[in-house]
Structure formats: structure tokens, C-alpha cells
């Protein structure tokens, strides 16, 4: 092997994980059960019990509501399993595989396992441990998540067995309120769980809280990123419960269920998370122009099967078009390329704040893995592609490889143009357009949202969408800004056709006219 597993980012690496977490905690149990040999050494004993306490505490008891899928893929789908998954490896695995003794008690074939699991695969790192801090944090800070329910397994709409104890709520703690919240959280759970220091985590409230009055600027506090409480706070417990997070009261703002002075920021931030969790920003008048329709005319093939379409923005015109790919289709690509993926990269990032004044959780603008798959696998794609757009796609000079992306739980895209900065001498002219499929359907969460749209599209397995990253004039439309929402549960698969403008020109012609844009036909109807 050339690569370490990439725990928090590869789901078909966390599954591994999970995998043998699950076998280690059989075997585990079964030693502690049935024999005296843990006595020789009472450290590891303990060691064990912890494992194992940690184990049933959290994925032990994972029940689902799908009965279909393995416990390791639902202890993966979940991102509170996950997240004590991977510390659970780092910190008690780690510990007691170390210890000296550990192979002379364990002398078995499971022990080896384990040895040559991460041998071969590299140990969860602290790397590993900050990613899944910054998935959750990215989950929390998108959904607006209340700390409290959360920390009780809450996530969104579902009640998971999965929770986090004081040691996680104290390593989850970030900036100003968030860390407030989640200190307290800890020292209500510690006073149970027993595994913090009640007292130290006392001492870093107090911290907290002192370090926020003295940040907090009543007349500031609607700014762009202010993550405190929309007062000062005093030192009584509980008192957080009763301020509200400036977070919370701009997100709600976009949520529709507060209004606040006109001087709210409206950056694609605020909007891009809104429209994550369900919200759409498009007025009466825009929505009325959407519909969906049997498109038969955009190729003689779909005389006999037409494909399934439909209008999510109209100028700039994005379409959702559906089943477009077969299960097996999808699959066969998920499979083709599943071996080969690395931690993604971004060219650059179209943000509306600076990269210094942003939260540390929010710098991480691309969590997913992907790789690139070879013309030859993907030629029905393309040539579907080039049969619903009418674009040329299929060639070396069309486009670009098919980019295939998987996000585990937590992972994210912020938003972005998809415009290439640096021209490549290499391609042929811009990315004129993008295709980009859904090969699954989220469990909850990952739309792509379009903040300047105000719209987002939901994953739907061998969907796809599609958009005009250019005005005919060739400059970038600035309006098809988008961005992945974080996946909340599940996994997501996704995988960008970036066609190029170069061997477009006979049928998509660049104009004088500026900021003119390409339309979307319907049956072969232009607006
Ligand atoms: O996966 C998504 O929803 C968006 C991905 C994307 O925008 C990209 O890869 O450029
Ligand atoms: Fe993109």
C-alpha cells in the first residue's frame, strides 16, 4: 500500500475501522467473560474495561432504524459513533496495544489483526482527531445545533443511540459561546461519567466566560463572524441558557423566524448554512418559473425514454435531472474508484471573509476524498452528458476526467466558483459548464447549496446537475456560486463532469453582448 487510511474523511476507511472496533470489542468481551488471564496484569485489565465500557457506551448499542446495513456501517453513518469511534482508537486502543504485556496476554490471532491493521494502514493520528473535531463543529455550526441536544444524540430530526461524554464535549469546545456551551455540557456530564476533572473544567468555564465579557462590544455584536453571546454573562451556572448565541439570532434571521435591523450581513455564509438545513431564498416570482418535464426532444434516444428534468433556478438555469444513471451504474463507478482516493484539494476558495478573520473550523474549505476515473470508464456517462446538454464531452479536449467524491459524516465543501483561477495551458479554454452526479442518496444532510441562488439540490442516487459556469461573453457568472453542505448522517458520493469551452463554439457561440447567458431548453423551447 502507498497510503495510511484516511479515518474521518474516507468512508470506506472508517468503515474499516469500525469493522474491526467491532471485533476487537467480541473478543474483548469474551476474554474478560470467560478467563483469569487479565488478572496477571491489572492495568491492562482496566485498560479493557474502559475499551469496552467506551464500546457499549456508544456503537455497542447501535440500532438503527435500516435493518439492512452492517453495524459497521451504520456506527460510520453516524457521526457521534464516529467521532468516539476514532477516539476510541487513538486514545484506549493505543494505550493498551503499546503496553508491553499486551501480546503476551492477548496471544492470539486477534491480536496479530490488529498489529497488521494498522501496520498496514497507519494509526488514527491527532491529525485524524482534529478532522473529526472539525466535522462535527462544521455540523453543528451549519444546522445551528443546540449543544444540548446534540451532545444527547439529537441530530436534527433524529434521536441516535449515540452520545458524547464530558471528555469529547471538553475537546469540542471552540471560540467564545460554542466553548462556553460545550464546557458546561462537560461539567454536566463529567458529574456523571466521572472521566474529567470536574473542578478543571470549572477553571476553563470560568476562563471562558471571563474572556467573553471582555470581547463581547454590545454595539458590535451583529457582525459578520461574532461568535458570542448576544450579552455579557455572569458567573451563575446556567446563565448561558438564558442568552442566545449571535450565531443563533442571524441564522434564525435567515430562518425567517426572527427579524433583525437591516444591517444583518447577508454573506453567503449565513445563506449557504440556511439553505442547508432546508431553507429557500427564491421570491414567489422566481419559483413560478420552475417545473419539471419529460425531456424527449434533446436527443433521438429519449424519443423512446425520456429522461426526467427539472428547472431548480431559471437565469442562471440549473437543472436537477433524475435517474439518469442506474443503481448498477453508480455503483459500478463507486467500485471503480473506491481504491484510489486521496483527501481532496481546492484551487482556490471564493470566500466573502478573509481566510485570518475565520473561525478555525471554517479554514478547512474541502473535507472529502476523490480521484479521477479514466476516460474509458466513464464514456456512458459522458455520452449521456453530451446527450442531455448537447455539448461535446466525450473527448480528451471536451472536458476534464470525471472527478469522483466521497464525503463521510461531517464533510463539507464550502462554497466556491468552479472557474479554474490558474488557466491550465494544458486544457482546452474554461469550464464552461458542470455536470455533477449523485450517485446515493444522503441519510440527512449534503445538498449542494447555491447562496446567491437561494436554492439547494438534493443528493438522489443517478441524479445529476447541471449548470453554466460562464456567460456567453466567456466571463465567469458569478451567480452559480455552490457549496456542499455537511453530510449529517450517511455517506456522499458525488462526481464533477467539468466540460470545456474550446470545442464548444459552433454550437455554444460566445457573444459581444455582455453577461448574456446560456439557457437550458425544455423540448427544445428556450424562454
Ligand atoms: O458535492 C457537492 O455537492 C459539490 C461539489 C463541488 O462543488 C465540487 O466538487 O466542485
Ligand atoms: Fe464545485
Redesign the pocket.
Known sequence: RLTRHFYTKSIGDLKDLAGLDIEISEYFTQVYLASESLNQDLEIKHLVEVYLQDFYETSGFADFSDAILTTAVKISHNPICSYRLIRRAIYLLRHLVLRASFFRIFQSKMARKIFHFFLENGWPSNRDSIESNFAILSIQQAHAFDVDQFANGLLATVQTNCTFDSISCHELRQDMASQIQWLEKAIEKAENDGKTSVPFLKLLLRKAINKHNNVFDADTMLDLQSPCFDRELKHIPGDSKTAKKVHTILYETLQGKQSVAASVPRTNYWRHWALCSGKNFQTEEEKSQLFCWYEFKAHPRFQIGPVKMEFLNRDPDMVQIYEILSEKETLDLIRNTSATMLPSSVQHIDMPIREDQLDPYEKKSRTSVNSWLPRSVDLIASRKIEAITGLHVAREIDSELLQV?SYTVGGV?QP?H?ELVQEDKDLPGQRIATF?FYFNEVELGGR?SFPFLGVAATPATGSAIFWYNLYTDGYSDPMVD???CPVIMGEKW?A?KWIHEQTQFLDRKCTLKRKERFQIPCNGVVR
Do not use: E, I, L
Open positions: 467524491a465543501f466556491h468552479d455533477m449542494t455552490h457549496g456542499a458525488s464533477n
